[in-house]
């Protein structure tokens, strides 16, 4: 028939065995948790680097278009200056 010893011994390795799954289990679950938690800090922390990226950009486009204001102002007195002195020098010149 069945051998104690034997039903004795596969008793104690299963029992081995669930204990071991039941740990690799919790591996799992905390290797899950640590890998969310920085997924959600690489998130956190591109994010806020995207903001000041946009902030950036914005100053940057604010600062080109008054540049770009100033160089339309500046060529259109230069050229009403230049106009001026045509004007003037065929005045003067006839």
Do not use: C, W
């Amino acid at each position: 028939m069945s051998d104690p010893n034997n039903n004795t011994t596969v008793l104690v390795e299963l029992g081995q065995v669930k204990g071991q799954l039941s740990a690799l289990t919790d591996l799992i679950r905390q290797n899950h948790t640590a890998t969310q938690t920085r997924i959600e800090d690489l998130s956190k922390s591109v994010g806020v680097r995207f903001d000041g990226i946009e902030k950036r950009l914005a100053t940057l486009e604010q600062n080109e278009r008054g540049t770009a204001m100033r160089a339309a102002g500046t060529g259109a007195l230069s050229g009403a200056i230049v106009a001026a002195g045509i004007a003037a020098m065929k005045y003067l010149g006839h």
